[in-house]
Nanobody
């Protein structure tokens, strides 16, 4: 399983970004997908999760601002981020777990300036 994240960059507070994650996996539609983030000196924390049926779960800090979605036909997962805050600055990673093994993308840096 390989995950390739993209879409990070520098944005002003209040702005928006859309992250994408391409997944090489033929059974993608059955996988739970997630986005995590890690700020400097902090732990890697879950941001959003989307299950195979399409239901979602969000960290309290991003509820109402971020939206996770998936395109099973394209093996893609997305994170639409709006109303960005400086505290959203972090490296964002896409993630899936398969056969009890966690797979991570390489991370994409999001920097939000005040």
């Amino acid at each position: 399983v390989q995950l390739q994240a993209s879409g990070g960059g520098l944005v002003q507070a209040g702005g928006s970004l859309r992250l994408s994650c391409a997944v090489t996996r033929t059974r993608f539609a059955f996988n739970t997908m997630a986005w995590y983030r890690q700020a400097p000196g902090k732990s890697r924390d879950m941001v959003a999760t989307i299950y195979s049926g399409g239901s979602t779960n969000y960290a309290d800090s991003v509820k109402g601002r971020f939206t996770i979605s998936r395109d099973d036909a394209k093996n893609m997962v997305y994170l639409q981020m709006t109303s960005l805050k400086p505290e959203d600055t972090a490296v964002y990673y896409c993630n899936t777990v398969e056969s009890r093994v966690a797979y991570w993308g390489q991370g994409t840096l999001v920097t939000v300036s005040s």
